[in-house]
């Protein structure tokens, strides 16, 4: 199994399919194999690249604070382990944020950026929820029981329990320690990209469900608001987690909008 170290953690990163590289970084707390229902459409045509943040799954969970910089030079690390120098990167949730992180500090390493169901941090950032913070503050819960408190807020009302209950189990296999799970929320607190979203060059898709009640769309719509030339795909009847919500919409507008990047740089032959 590939690792690879950075800043004091040993880190967890696979690859899946071949042709153009695409970096997938996944949210709070959720480990890469959370990819699973997005991951085998998408390597169908690209070389996809996932890590397990520090903090869950097969990555190590240091003591402190995990601040988005600091797993975006993860991310970094795991496209060096990979051998590969610039890719397309697609970050969900916190993932989100560790992605526009990574656009702003390594510009030149990312040829093209989606953002799903994320925010920007900061002041103007729309607050979810109250009950989902609750929910996401949870303790003396079981795994399962915590699990099971956030499904109203991450899911949509129509999505069938049989699906849902497929990504649990997934989820159940890598379920966070309580301080590797602080330490990526610490750093999601402290974060704040909105002030510097206009210096974002790479070409970017927005994705986000209209009924997302952890992460309000309206999260999205300012994103692509603020970084030039981006596009934003709203998804009706999906919540925060759209991949398992809508499947089919979602991978659509992602595989449209990487193989629009492609043909691009063939024919300015970038």
């Known amino acids: 199994m590939p690792f690879t170290e950075n800043q004091g953690a040993k880190l967890y990163w696979d690859e899946q399919g071949s042709g153009e590289p695409l970096l997938l970084i996944m949210g709070l707390s959720y480990a890469s194999n959370m990819w699973h229902r997005s991951r085998p459409g998408l390597a169908k045509k690209y070389r996809t690249i996932a890590l397990d943040n520090r903090g869950v799954g097969q990555s190590d969970s240091p003591p402190g604070v995990y601040p988005i910089a600091l797993m975006a030079a993860d991310a ?130 927005v994705v986000h469900g209209e009924t997302d009640r952890l992460v309000p769309a309206a999260n999205g719509k300012l994103i692509a608001a603020s970084i030039p030339g981006a596009k934003l795909v709203l998804i009706p009847n999906a919540s925060h987690i759209f991949e398992t919500d809508q499947p089919g919409v979602a991978e659509r507008a992602i595989l449209e909008f990487l193989v629009a990047q492609s043909s691009l740089t063939h024919h300015t032959g970038a």
């Open 76 to 205: 970094a690390a795991a496209l060096d382990a990979a051998g590969v120098e610039s890719a397309h990167v697609f970050g969900v949730s916190m993932g989100g944020m560790i992605a526009q992180e990574f656009a702003l500090n390594y510009p030149h390493r990312v040829r093209s950026l989606i953002l799903g169901c994320t925010a920007s941090g900061g002041p103007t950032a729309v607050q979810a929820d109250p009950e989902a913070l609750q929910a996401l503050m949870r303790q003396g819960m079981t795994p399962e029981e915590s699990t099971e408190a956030i499904i109203p807020f991450i899911y949509d009302a129509a999505t069938p329990r049989a699906r849902i209950d497929e990504d649990m189990a997934v989820r159940m296999k890598w379920y966070p320690t309580l301080h590797g799970y602080m330490g990526q929320l610490q750093g999601i607190m402290s974060w704040e990209a909105y002030s510097r979203l206009p210096q974002i060059t790479a070409s970017t898709l």
